[in-house]
C-alpha cells in the first residue's frame, strides 16, 4: 500500500556516487523563512525512499527526476544571497532526502562553511553511514522529521522502517549535533496520544534538541499527486483541528524546552 | 510668537549667516538609538478631529472619489478664506479650500483638463473663469504651440506617454523648514539681496531670474497673508514645536493651493521638527502626548491634500495619489543617524490614525540605521504596508547630499539646492517594436523613425535585433530630449512654481528627470532572440502580431547574469544617449525606471513583444521582473533588480515587493526579523527602492468585490502608496495579478 513505485535501491547508489561535482535538484526557493533559523536559500534535492502518504512534494521521489546543477553555480548563488541571511539565516538542503546524496553534499557544505555561509540538513533520516557521519560534521543544524515513533505505523505511514531515522537521532545526540525535530501531525495516523507520549519520551533527555516543531497535516501537495497520476489516500484526512493541535502541543511541552506550532 | 518661554537657544552655526536649514539640523539634532515603547496613541482632540475627516473621506468616496469642487475661483495662495475640519480640537491648522477635500481650480497648467475634470462631474467652470483663459494663455496650449510633428508623433503613438505637458510638472519641493526657522521676513529680505546681486549686462536668463525672483517675493508676501486668515504671523521665526510645524505646513500649504503638479512632495521634515519638540519637552512645556498630536494632526493635514483630476488622469497615476513624499531616517555623511524620536512619531501615525497612502512615508535606509528603528520599520510594513524604503548609502555616496528628500515616487532632490524637473516616460518595448517593423507603429503602421530597414524573414538575429534597437532608442532619445525642453520652457513661462521657489536657494541646479517603461520585456526580450529562437508573426502589413519562440531563455528576476545584464546595457546606453542632448536652463539628465501605474496603459498600448508577452498585457511596475516569470523566489527576484545600476538611473529604480505574511515567517517576531535581513541584503547590493506589501491575495480579493469595508486598505504600487480601493477596477485586478512571494 502506498508504494506507487519501487524504492530504486540500485538508483539511489549511484545518485550518491554518480556525478560527483552536480546535485540532482528538483527547485530553488531563494527566500525560504519556513526550514531552519532566518532567511535561508532552500534547496529541494530530488529523490526519495520514503513514500508518506501525504507527501507534498511528491514530485520530488523519482531519484532520476530533477535536474542536474552543479555544486559550484549553487555556492556562487548562496554567495550572492548572503547578504541577505542575516545573523541567523543560511542554506538549507530538503527534498527529496538529501541523505541520498550525502557524499556530495559535504563537499557542497564545506565550500559554504568556507564562505561563511551556516548549513541546515532537512531529512527524514534515512540512512547513516560514514559519509553521513561526516556530513553532519559539516552541518550546522538538522531538522530530522521523526513521522511516527512506532515502527508498524511509520510503515504504514511512509512505506519504510523508522530504525535509520532513530539511530540518526542516537547518533547526532551522541555528537552533539545542533537539532531540531518535527513533526507532521496527521489526523488518525500519528496524533494517537500514547504515541505522541512515547515519542516525546523518546527524546526528552536529548541534550542537542533545541526545539520542536509541529506541522499540522494540510492537502496543499495534492495537486501534484493528481498531475503525476497517482492515487491520493488520506482524500478524506482533513487538517487536525485545534483541539488536536493544542494536545499535541501541551504534550510536547511537557517534553521539550521550545516547541512551536507551525 | 512665544516670547515669554524660557526655551533653550538653539546651537549657532552657518544656518545663522545663510538661509541653511540643513546645517541647523546638523547643529541641533538629537539622533535617537532606542526603541518605540515611548510612543503614545492618539490623544482626544486628534481622535476628534479624524473622526470628522473620516466622515468626509467617506463621503468622498461614495460621491465616486469627489466631494465637491469649487469652479468660481482660481485657486492661488491667498484664495479662499480659512479652511477647518473642527476648529476646536485642530492644533495645526490650514486647507486648501474652505472645506475638507473640497477641489479647487488650477487652470494654469492647462484650462482644458481643468474644464474636462469640472464637466466629468456633472458641473461647469464659471463663465468669468472661462472667459479669463479667452486671453490669457496657460501651460499647455502653448508647449502645443511649440511642439514639432516628430514630438506630435512620438507622442500620438504612445512612445512617448504620460509628458506633463497638460498637466503640471510637480516634483519641485520646497525646502518648507525655512518659513519655520526664519520666518517670512528674513526670506523676503534674502530673496530681495539676490534680486539686487542679478545686475550687469544683461541676459536672457537674467531676466528670466529677475522676474522669478519678483515673483518668489510676491508669493512669500502671500504666504503671511494666508497665514494671517488663521490668525497666524510668520514673519518671524517658530519658536515653539506647535509654531515649527504650522509655520512649516503654511509654506507648505502655499504651495499646494497654487499649483497641483503630479507629486507635491514636502520633503524631510521630520527631524527638523524632532529639534523643536526635544526642546519643549525639556522645557516642560509640551507632554509626549501632545507632541504626537502634533505629528497626528500635521499628518492628517497631508492625508487630506487633494486636487482636480480628471478621469484619463487616472490611467497614469491611478488612485488620486499626492505624493506628499515625506523622507525619514538616513544618515548623516559624518555617520551619525538622522533618525529621531519624531521619525518614530511619523511612522506611528500609521497606528493612530490607520493605515494611509498619504503622507508617502520613505524610509532611507542604511545599513548602518539603528538597529531599534530598522525592527521599527519592519514592523510597520508588516502592519500597515504603507512604507517604502529607498537605499540612503547609495544615494548619499552617489549625488553627494546628506539633507535631501525623495520627489515623488523615488527621485533624489537635495532639499532647498536642487530641483528637478518631471519627464514622465518612454515605452522603450514600443522601441524595440518600432525596430522590427522598419520603424513603423506596430498596430497602425504609422511611420515613426526613419533610415530602419527590413528585419530578414525567418529567426531574429540577436546581433542585427540590438543594432537595431539601439538605433530607435538613439531617435527615441532625441525627440524625447526636445519634448522635454518645450515642456519646461513653457511650464516656467506660464506656471511658474513661486512658492516652492521661493523656499529653495535662487537659481538651483537642475535635474532633468526622464524615464524608461518596460525594462523587464526589453530584457526578456532580447534574451528571448539571443538564447531561444524567435520568429516574428506578420500581418499583412508586414508589421509584427506576434512571435513563436521555440526553447527556453533565461529570464530576468531569477538572478541570472545572461539576462540580467541586458537590462543592465539598454539602461546605461539609452541614459548615454539621452544625455548626448541640449536641456532646458541646462538642466542635468537622470533616468527612472519607473511606470507609477501607466504599466496597466501601456501594456494596452503595446503589441505583442519577443518574449511572449502578448499585445495588450500590461507591462510590469517599474523595474520588477514580469509577473510569473521569477520563479526561483524572492531573493533571486530582488538580486535581479539590484543588478541595475544606479550610476545609470539615478532618477531612481522601483521595485514592487509583495509578500504574503505566512511567506515572511510563521511569527511577528520571525518576520521583522526576516524582514529587516532582507532590506539589508537589497541595500547592502547597492538596489536603490523597494515597496513593501504584506498582504494577503484573498484580502484584495474581498477588497475587490467588497469596497466599502476596506475604505483603508493601502497597498503599496509603484513609488507610491494608494488606496486599494480607490484604483480602477482594472488596476486592482493587475496588482492581484502580481507575483506575490508565497514559498511556505
Redesign the interface.
Known amino acids: 500500500m502506498g508504494l506507487y513505485f519501487p524504492l530504486q535501491d540500485t538508483e539511489q547508489d549511484t545518485l550518491n556516487i554518480q556525478h560527483p561535482n552536480d546535485l540532482r535538484i528538483h ?8 526550514d531552519g533559523p ?2 535561508r ?2 534547496i529541494f534535492v530530488q529523490g526519495c525512499q520514503f513514500r508518506c502518504l501525504y507527501c507534498q512534494n511528491v514530485d520530488t521521489l523519482d531519484v532520476n527526476g530533477g535536474t542536474m546543477v552543479s555544486i559550484d553555480e549553487l555556492v556562487t ?1 548562496a554567495i ?10 543560511g542554506v538549507t538542503v530538503s527534498g527529496g532526502e538529501p541523505l541520498l546524496q550525502r557524499s556530495k553534499l559535504i563537499t557542497f557544505f564545506k565550500k559554504l562553511h568556507e564562505n561563511g555561509i551556516n548549513t541546515c540538513l532537512d531529512s527524514n533520516g534515512r540512512l547513516l553511514d560514514n559519509d553521513v557521519k561526516e556530513l553532519l560534521h559539516h552541518t550546522d543544524l538538522i531538522l530530522l522529521d521523526v513521522k511516527h515513533i512506532d515502527d508498524d505505523w511509520h510503515h504504514k505511514l511512509c512505506g519504510v522502517s523508522n530504525k535509520p531515522t532513530l539511530k540518526v537521532a542516537e547518533y547526532c545526540e551522541s555528537v552533539n549535533q545542533k537539532m531540531w525535530l518535527r513533526y507532521v501531525l496527521v489526523p488518525g495516523w500519528n496524533d494517537q496520544p500514547e504515541f505522541v507520549e512515547r515519542w516525546a519520551r523518546q527524546f526528552t533527555g536529548y541534550k542537542n534538541v533545541d526545539r520542536v516543531e509541529i506541522l499540522p497535516y494540510h492537502q ?1 501537495g495534492m495537486h501534484k499527486w493528481r498531475m503525476m497520476g497517482l492515487p491520493y489516500q488520506l482524500t478524506d484526512v482533513t487538517t487536525p483541528s485545534s483541539e488536536i493541535k493544542e494536545r499535541v502541543l501541551h504534550t510536547f511541552q511537557k517534553y521539550f524546552a521550545d516547541v ?1 506550532l ?1 | 510668537m512665544n516670547t515669554d518661554l524660557s526655551l533653550r537657544a538653539f546651537k549657532k552655526g552657518a544656518w545663522n549667516k545663510n538661509i541653511d536649514p540643513a546645517d541647523f539640523v546638523k547643529n541641533n539634532i538629537t539622533p535617537y538609538e532606542g526603541g518605540a515603547s515611548f510612543l503614545q496613541g492618539p490623544s482626544k482632540k486628534t481622535l476628534s478631529v479624524w473622526g470628522a475627516a473620516k466622515v468626509a473621506l467617506n463621503e468622498e468616496r461614495i460621491n465616486n472619489g469627489c466631494r465637491s469642487i469649487n469652479t468660481e475661483v482660481i485657486s492661488n495662495i491667498t484664495a479662499f478664506g480659512p479652511g477647518y475640519i473642527k476648529k476646536d480640537d485642530e492644533v495645526i491648522v490650514g486647507l486648501q479650500t474652505e472645506l475638507p477635500l473640497m477641489r479647487a481650480m488650477k487652470p494654469f497648467g492647462g484650462i482644458k483638463l481643468v474644464q474636462a475634470a469640472v464637466e466629468e462631474r456633472g458641473l461647469t467652470v464659471s463663465e468669468r473663469v472661462v472667459d479669463i483663459f479667452n486671453y490669457a494663455r496657460n501651460h499647455n496650449q502653448a508647449v502645443f504651440d511649440a511642439y514639432d510633428s516628430e514630438i506630435r508623433a512620438y507622442r500620438s503613438n504612445h512612445v512617448l506617454t504620460g509628458l506633463p505637458d497638460n498637466y503640471a510638472r510637480g516634483r519641485i519641493i520646497g525646502d518648507f523648514r525655512r518659513m519655520a526657522l526664519y520666518g517670512a521676513n528674513v526670506l523676503i529680505e534674502a530673496k530681495k539681496f539676490d534680486y539686487a546681486n542679478v545686475s550687469g549686462e544683461l541676459t536672457e536668463h537674467k531676466v528670466r531670474l529677475r522676474e522669478e525672483l519678483s515673483s518668489q517675493i510676491n508669493a512669500l508676501k502671500d504666504m503671511i497673508v494666508m497665514a494671517k486668515g488663521y490668525g497666524i504671523d510668520i514673519t518671524g521665526p517658530a519658536e515653539t514645536a506647535q509654531e515649527a510645524i504650522q509655520w512649516t505646513y503654511i509654506a507648505y500649504l502655499a504651495a499646494i493651493k497654487e499649483q497641483d503638479g503630479a507629486a507635491m512632495s514636502l520633503g524631510n521634515v521630520s527631524s527638523f521638527f524632532d529639534i523643536y519638540i526635544e526642546r519643549d519637552l525639556e522645557a516642560g512645556i509640551i507632554t509626549e502626548e501632545e507632541a504626537q498630536e502634533m505629528v497626528d494632526q500635521f499628518v492628517m493635514k497631508l492625508r487630506l491634500v487633494r486636487h482636480l483630476r480628471p478621469g484619463t488622469y487616472d490611467e497614469i497615476f491611478g488612485g488620486d495619489p499626492t505624493w506628499v513624499t515625506e523622507s525619514i531616517g538616513g544618515q548623516f555623511h559624518d555617520g551619525r543617524t538622522k533618525v529621531t524620536k519624531t521619525s518614530f512619531r511619523f511612522l506611528q501615525t500609521l497606528y493612530n490614525l490607520g493605515p494611509a497612502p498619504e503622507p508617502n512615508l520613505t524610509v532611507l535606509w542604511s545599513n548602518d540605521l539603528p538597529e531599534e528603528f530598522k525592527s521599527f520599520c519592519a514592523q510597520v510594513s508588516i502592519d500597515t504596508s504603507s512604507l517604502q524604503y529607498e537605499n540612503d548609502d547609495v544615494m548619499r555616496c552617489v549625488r553627494g547630499s546628506d539633507d535631501y528628500g525623495i520627489a515623488c515616487c523615488v527621485s533624489y532632490q537635495p532639499i532647498g539646492k536642487r530641483i528637478q524637473h518631471f519627464g514622465a516616460r518612454a515605452n522603450i518595448p514600443k522601441a524595440l517594436l518600432l525596430s522590427l517593423n522598419e520603424g513603423r507603429e506596430e498596430e497602425k503602421g504609422t511611420q515613426i523613425i526613419n533610415g530602419i530597414p527590413a528585419v530578414p524573414e525567418g529567426v531574429l538575429s540577436y546581433d542585427l535585433v540590438l543594432q537595431q534597437f539601439k538605433y530607435a532608442l538613439s531617435e527615441l532619445a532625441r525627440v524625447y530630449a526636445k519634448s522635454m525642453f518645450v515642456i519646461h520652457y513653457m511650464h516656467d513661462k506660464y506656471y511658474y512654481e513661486r512658492a516652492q521657489m521661493a523656499v529653495i536657494d535662487t537659481d538651483p541646479g537642475i535635474d532633468i528627470a526622464y524615464g524608461a517603461a518596460g525594462i523587464s520585456i526589453i530584457a526578456d526580450s532580447l534574451s528571448a532572440i539571443k538564447y531561444a529562437r524567435v520568429t516574428p508573426v506578420r500581418n499583412s502589413k508586414g508589421l509584427t502580431t506576434d512571435f513563436n519562440i521555440e526553447g527556453d531563455f533565461p529570464k530576468y528576476g531569477n ?1 541570472d547574469d545572461r539576462v540580467d545584464n541586458i537590462a543592465k546595457e539598454i539602461t546605461s546606453f539609452f541614459i548615454g544617449e539621452l544625455r548626448k542632448h541640449q536641456t532646458y536652463k541646462n538642466a542635468t539628465p537622470t533616468l527612472s525606471l519607473l511606470t507609477i501605474t501607466s504599466n496597466v496603459m501601456y501594456g494596452k498600448n503595446t503589441g505583442a513583444t519577443p518574449d511572449g508577452r502578448k499585445a495588450g498585457e500590461s507591462f510590469a511596475p517599474g523595474a520588477n521582473p514580469m509577473h510569473g516569470r521569477d520563479c ?8 535581479s533588480v539590484s543588478k541595475l545600476s544606479y550610476e545609470d538611473a539615478q532618477d531612481g529604480i522601483s521595485n514592487t515587493f509583495s509578500m504574503i505574511p505566512k ?4 511569527t511577528k517576531e ?1 518576520q521583522v ?2 524582514l ?3 532590506l ?3 541595500f ?2 547597492g538596489a536603490h527602492h523597494l515597496n513593501v506589501n504584506v498582504l494577503k491575495r484573498e484580502t484584495l480579493m474581498d477588497a475587490y468585490n467588497h469596497p466599502e469595508q476596506y475604505p483603508q486598505l493601502t497597498i503599496r504600487v509603484s513609488g507610491y502608496a494608494v488606496n486599494f480601493v480607490r484604483l480602477s477596477k482594472a488596476h486592482q485586478l493587475e496588482v492581484i495579478a502580481r507575483t506575490f ?1 508565497e ?2
Not at chain 1, 550572492?80 to 539565516?89: A, L, P, T
Open positions: 527547485s530553488l526557493e531563494t527566500f525560504g523563512t519556513h532566518g532567511v536559500m532552500v548563488r550572492n544571497q548572503k547578504d541577505y541571511f542575516g545573523h541567523k539565516g496543499l512551536r507551525k | 538572478d526561483t523566489g524572492a531573493i533571486a527576484s530582488l538580486n511567506s515572511l515567517g510563521s520571525e526579523e526576516n529587516v535581513a532582507t539589508n541584503g537589497y547592502g547590493h512571494h514559498s511556505m
